[in-house]
């Protein structure tokens, strides 16, 4: 990225009445990496995938599908407008801008409490996991509540480091999850053909299309809504990105496409 590139990013910048202050550090991998960690299809999918199959069973990949294609109408409205406001806090400065400043207070109200009460459950819930796999493996007895506090504390540790530091510990994780992704992939579709395991499959939770209910089919939609969700999180990095209106976009877009098809 030349210098006048950034140049022109900061005059951008300062079109919405703001100073370049954050370092313009975030590239395209780590940007779509923003966007693909917080959707994390392998996270979603693990949870939530018992809920949706239970409701239609092997129809499940329907539900997945049309939640997809509304989520897809739904980015390319974001992407469209980071490009058009490539500005950090996206959601208050989207709402902000387009109706006025009563909505977008109250938005960026509901999106920093949906951070504050998030954050922790996420933390609370690595922490039982960590605490159990110390049981087992140690037989030690570690307060779930403890663990979380450390594993907040370290992020927030992480973060004061700067986004250079978080960019890059994402992009591994980015890396390792693609990577888990296809491993799983392959070991499904192994398993899918290895003749032994066909009549197995073919006897699972089979359904026909008699046998859905409107209940059931809705809530079966919940899978693909609880997952496919945080690919505009890139938008809220535009101030910590080089090219924001070529890249965010970019990468609104291509997290959310290869999230949907690669959990498919």
């Known amino acids: 990225m030349s210098l006048s590139s950034i140049d022109n990013d900061s005059k951008d910048l300062a ?18 990496a923003v966007s693909f960690s917080l959707i ?15 409701e239609v069973g092997n129809f499940i990949p329907l539900s997945w599908t049309i939640v997809f294609a509304g989520q897809l109408i739904v980015a390319l409205i974001m992407a469209e ?20 400043p009563k ?22 819930a690595l ?16 307060s779930s509540l403890l663990i979380s506090i450390i594993i907040i504390w370290t992020v927030t540790f992480i973060h004061l480091k700067g986004i250079n530091l978080v960019s890059k510990i994402n992009n591994f994780g980015v890396i390792t999850e693609i990577i888990g992704v296809f491993m799983l992939i ?6 899918l053909f290895k003749k032994s395991d066909l009549e197995m499959i ?45 890249t965010v976009p970019k990468s609104i877009m291509y997290s959310l496409v290869s999230s949907g098809i690669l959990g498919l």
Not at 15 to 31: P, V
Not at 127 to 142: G, P, R, W
Not at 186 to 191: G, H, P, T
């Open 81 to 100: 407008l980071s490009v058009n406001y490539p500005i950090s806090g996206y959601g208050y400065q989207w709402t902000y801008r387009l109706v006025g």
């Open 40 to 54: 994390s299809i392998l996270t979603g999918i693990f949870a939530n995938f018992h809920f949706g199959y239970s």
């Open 202 to 246: 073919n006897n699972i939770n089979t359904l026909n299309l008699s046998d859905l209910t409107l209940k059931s089919f809705a809530l079966s939609i919940l899978l693909g809504s609880w997952c496919l969700t945080g690919f505009e999180a890139a938008a809220d990095m535009s101030e910590e990105t080089k090219d924001p209106k070529s």
């Open 127 to 142: 922490s039982i996991l960590i605490s159990d796999l110390i049981l087992q493996n140690f037989d030690v007895t570690i």
């Open 103 to 124: 909505l977008g207070f109250i938005t960026g109200w509901l999106l920093l409490l949906q951070f504050l009460n998030g954050f922790p459950g996420i933390c609370k």
């Open 186 to 191: 392959s070991f499904l579709a192994y398993f």
């Open 15 to 32: 079109n919405f009445g703001y100073k370049q202050d954050l370092n313009r550090s975030m590239r395209k991998f780590s940007s779509f």
